[in-house]
C-alpha cells in the first residue's frame, strides 16, 4: 500500500504544480505591465536597459558606446529581450515569465527540502506573485527582480550542502559561485542574502555538528 501511496502523492502534487504554473502565467498576463495585454512599461530604467538591449544588437557596445548604470548581466537579459523582440516589450514579458518560471521551481524545490507538503507547488507562487503586486517590481525588469533568481538558486545550493552527504562538492561550489558572481552584475548591493549563505555553508564545512 506504501508505494501506491506515495505514487498519489506524487500525482496530486504534478497536478497541483501544473495549476500552479497555469496561475502564475495566467496572473502574469493580467498584472505585469510588459504583457502584450498591458499598454507597456513606462518606468524609464526598464525602457533605458531595453535600449541598450536593442543598441548592443545592432553593434554598439555597452559601456563604450553606450552607458547605464546596472551591471552587464542586467544588459544581457536586455539583449536576449531584444533578440526575442525587437518592437514593443513582448521579449521582456518572455524574460520575465521565464525569471518568474525560474523563481518558481527553485522556491518548490526549497519548500521541498525543507517541508515535503503537497501544497508546496501553491506556496511557491507566492514570492512570485508579491513581485507582481509589490511597488518595488510592478514596473519591471528590475535588478532586484532577476537578482532574486540566482539569490535563492545560491540558497538552495547551501541547503542541499547542509542535508545532504558531502558528494560532488565541487559542482556545487561552481554553481554557487556562480551565483555570487550573477548576482554582483546584476546590483552587487543585492548580494546580502548569499553573503549569509556563504557564512552558513562556512561553518557547516568546518564544524558539521553546527547543525
Known sequence: MTPLISENNSYNRNYLKYIAIFLLILVSLIIVPSSPLSKGNIW?????MLEIGRGWLSGNIPYLHMFE???PILFIYNLIANMISSHGYFGLFCIEIANFLAIFFIT???LMKCFNNSINPFIATVLPFFMMIDKSFETGGSPEEFAI???LLGILTAIIVSTEP???EFYRAVIFGITIGMVFWIKFTLLGPLI???IF???ILVNPSTL
Not at 524609464?44 to 533605458?48: F, I, K, L, M, Q
Request: cysteine-free.
Open 69 to 71: 548604470q546596472r551591471g
Open 108 to 110: 518548490d524545490r526549497i
Open 149 to 151: 533568481t540566482w539569490s
Open 44 to 48: 524609464v530604467d526598464t525602457n533605458a
Open 201 to 203: 555553508i562556512f561553518l
Open 196 to 198: 549569509g549563505a556563504s
Open 166 to 168: 558531502m558528494k560532488n
